[in-house]
Structure formats: structure tokens, C-alpha cells
């Protein structure tokens, strides 16, 4: 993790620390990940109590908490200090309680202060969720980030199309969600629904880093390109350039020795 990472709580484990923390890390910061993601379904499942997902919504913040919890703790045992380990990895503690809290929230319509705190609490955990991504999502991926690209889209998708009344088919969903995406606004289609708006905001945010990074990728592929013929040019002036340094040393050394033959005794 680098620095900015870890003043924000989200440092990990100390490369110093105890080898079977270490290890387990490894691991264990992916379940993290996984149990991050339970915070979108569980969002939206609240929003949908009067369909009856209400329950479910807690549900998924209450094993998110449990995971979370389980989590630190197991890691907090096995690190040398653990209050220390617990201190680096703030951010996640704070997400475990926020999650806790979820299951004791009340049911839509919410408040204007519960709008806000959750959406907080979502926007903590994509937070999240980019930290643990930012290293497997380097400029250079391309591949990986075109198909993150079509997954985030295909999701998008159903999320319109079950969040807002206005999408009758799946294909207008992936419409609306390639509009919300990449900001081209036609005016064809647009969120009515508090849910479908709070989705097509994450949309839009989502799109955008991801479009920057895969623009990023392809303008790295033409510097790369370029990088590394000016490379080869360099080596090859170097490699010359070694020879001819070479030459004048042999060059000033035959010259230093016919001097000394030459000097009178």
C-alpha cells in the first residue's frame, strides 16, 4: 500500500509483521473486497422496501458487518500488535460499524439526513472498493479494463432496468447506462426515480474512471511504442559511442608509450 493509503486507514498488514499475517492477507483483503460489494445490492434493496426486499437489504449489511468484523479480528490475532494492525486498517473498522448501523435504519422514504448518511456510507465503500483495485487495474491492462468496462455496463444495465420505470427492455437499460456512462445526455431516456438518479450518479462516476483509464491505456501503448524505439537509438549511440571511447584510450596509450621509448635516458 502506499502512503496516501495508508494515512487513510487503509494500510494493511506491515510487510514486517508476523509471516502467517502476512500470508493471510493476502487473502483476506479480497474477502474484503467481496463483502464490499454487498453494500450495492443491499442500497438498492432497502430503496425497494415496498417490494418487499426490505429484509433483504439488512440482510446483506448485517453479513457485511459479520464478514468485516471476522475479518479484522482474525488478522488482529495473528499480527504481533494488534492494536497497531487495527490502527493502519481504520477505514475498514469504520465500514464495519457503518454497516452495523445499516441493519437499524429505517425504511424508505428516508429523511434527508438518512440520504445523506447513506450515501456516504456507499460512497466509503467505493472508496473501498478502488483501493483494492487501483494495483490490478494498472494503465497497461488494456484487456482488463475493456472487460471491466462491458461488465460495468451489462450491470448498469439491469440496475436501470429494474430501477426505473421508464426502461421496459434490458437493451434500453444498457442504453441508458452507456448514456449515463460516457455523459452524452441525448435526452432519448433519463432517471425519474430517486434510486434510478443515485444509480445513474455512481454510473456516470464509474464511467468516467474507467473511460480515463482506458483512454490512459491506449495513449500508453503509443508511448510505449515510442519509448522504446528511443531506447533502442540510445543503446546503439551508447554501444558507438563505448567504442569509440575505447579507441581513443588505446589511441592515448600507444601514444604515451612511444613517448617514453623516445625520451632520452
Known amino acids: 500500500m502506499n502512503e496516501s493509503l495508508r494515512v487513510a486507514g487503509l494500510a494493511g498488514v506491515d510487510p514486517h509483521d508476523d509471516a502467517r499475517a502476512v500470508h493471510a492477507w493476502r487473502w483476506m483483503q479480497w474477502a474484503l473486497f467481496a463483502l464490499s460489494l454487498l453494500a450495492i445490492p443491499a442500497f438498492y434493496f432497502e ?21 468485516f468484523a471476522a475479518v479484522l479480528v482474525r488478522m488482529a490475532c495473528l499480527s504481533r500488535k494488534p492494536r497497531r494492525f487495527l490502527t493502519r486498517n481504520g477505514y475498514d473498522v469504520l465500514i464495519a460499524l457503518a454497516a452495523a448501523g445499516g441493519v437499524a435504519w429505517g425504511m424508505a422514504p428516508w429523511s434527508s439526513a438518512e440520504w445523506v448518511l447513506r450515501i456516504l456510507f456507499v460512497g466509503l465503500v467505493a472508496v473501498r472498493i478502488v483501493a483494492s483495485l487501483q494495483g490490478f487495474f494498472s494503465p497497461g491492462r488494456l484487456w482488463l479494463l475493456l472487460i471491466a ?41 433519463a432517471p425519474t426515480t430517486p434510486a434510478s438518479r443515485v444509480f445513474a450518479a455512481f454510473v456516470v462516476l464509474l464511467g468516467y474512471g474507467l473511460l480515463s483509464l482506458v ?7 503509443f508511448v510505449e511504442r515510442e519509448e522504446r524505439i528511443l531506447r ?26 612511444e613517448t617514453r621509448v623516445a625520451d632520452p635516458p
Do not use: N
Open 47 to 67: 430503496l425497494a422496501a415496498a417490494a418487499g426486499f426490505h429484509l433483504a437489504g439488512r440482510a446483506l449489511y448485517a453479513c457485511m458487518s459479520a464478514g
Open 215 to 221: 483512454f490512459a491505456s491506449i495513449a500508453a501503448i
Open 149 to 189: 468496462a462491458a461488465i460495468l455496463l451489462a450491470c448498469a444495465g439491469a440496475g436501470f432496468y429494474w430501477l426505473e420505470p421508464g426502461v421496459h427492455t434490458y437493451g434500453e437499460g444498457i442504453w441508458l447506462a452507456f448514456e449515463s456512462s460516457a455523459t452524452v445526455g441525448y435526452g432519448d431516456m
Open 232 to 257: 533502442r537509438e540510445m543503446h546503439r549511440d551508447i554501444k558507438a559511442l563505448r567504442g569509440e571511447i575505447a579507441a581513443l584510450r588505446k589511441d592515448v596509450q600507444a601514444r604515451g608509450g
